[in-house]
């Protein structure tokens, strides 16, 4: 993390949630290991977002990572080497819902692009809320795929809500930059297709002067690790936290983002990415609940 520490939380009035590209098992997977797992003691997040994390019959990589603290689910499309999509809950998960996004895009992605929408049942005052954790396409020319992807992951949210007040939680690596027609999207600065949403940007809310990036050559996994041909990245911020509008604004006050394992320890990176994790709290600055 930079800058301060993230502040620690009742657990009722407010949820942590945090999101990593976990980059499977590739690179020294023992090494990172070892950074990852403290640094998720430390932080105590109570909902998770990981991509590119593995599960197989012989090894639940997530559940390595966060201990039985958490009810863990799993998205059923996956790599050969069992890479995917996972959430982790420190509440009872009520619901899942998967989808498989590389069937609504025009040109195959090549990998297990998904969404997967858990509903859980939070302590009062926050109640029930919907967690996404959403993973489009990352080729730097998907953008319409994405923007596929992105209408078919947020349509099936609006439809699971309806016209009842629940909050709603998106987190992952939407592989695509702030200005991007993507998050504009999310973000309501754009419609896409015959929708319109509005999410507020955990970081952007929180930093709006800084960029934030979370894939970086700062990062020698980004550029030379096991991951590929990244070699003149310069950096984006391409991994996110968005809290869901209604007309007035979030259901949820972001308190607090921060970036999540952006530094080394001991010259070792945790991931190709950096993290993202955010604080939400049911309560104004002000102390009044949220509208």
Request: charged fraction near 25%; hydrophobic fraction near 35%.
């Amino acid at each position: 993390m930079n800058k301060t520490e993230l502040t620690q939380h009742s657990g009722c009035n407010e949820v942590r949630v945090a999101t990593l590209n976990v980059f499977g098992a590739l690179d020294d997977w023992p090494a990172r290991r070892e950074v990852m797992v403290p640094g998720f003691e430390a932080l105590r997040p109570d909902l998770v977002a990981l991509q590119e994390v593995v599960a197989t019959p012989d090894y639940n990589q997530a559940y390595d990572l966060l201990g039985d603290d958490y009810h863990i689910v799993h998205h059923s499309e996956r790599e050969s080497d069992g890479r995917g999509i996972s959430i982790a809950s420190r509440w009872p998960i009520t619901d899942v819902h998967e989808l498989a996004l590389k069937d609504v895009a025009s040109r195959p992605a090549g990998f297990a692009c998904s969404s997967m929408i858990v509903e859980v049942q939070t302590p009062a005052p926050i109640g029930r809320l919907l967690f996404a954790n959403h993973l489009p396409d990352w080729q730097l020319t998907h953008e319409y795929e994405r923007e596929q992807q992105t209408i078919t992951a947020a349509r099936f949210i609006e439809n699971l809500v309806g016209d009842e007040r629940v909050h709603v939680a998106v987190a992952g690596d939407l592989n695509a930059t702030p200005d991007a027609a993507t998050i504009r999207f999310w973000t309501g600065k754009q419609s896409l297709g015959d929708l319109s949403v509005c999410y507020r940007d955990a970081w952007a809310s929180t930093y709006p002067d800084e960029p934030g990036h979370t894939f970086t050559p700062d990062n020698y996994l980004t550029t030379t690790g096991d991951g590929g041909d990244w070699a003149l990245e310069l950096g984006r911020r391409i991994d996110y936290i968005l809290v869901r509008c209604t007309d007035h604004g979030p259901t949820l006050d972001i308190t607090d983002c921060q970036r999540l394992f952006d530094q080394t320890v001991d010259g070792v990176w945790a991931s190709d990415h950096f993290g993202v994790t955010a604080d939400l709290s049911a309560t104004t600055p002000s102390g009044r609940s949220v509208p």
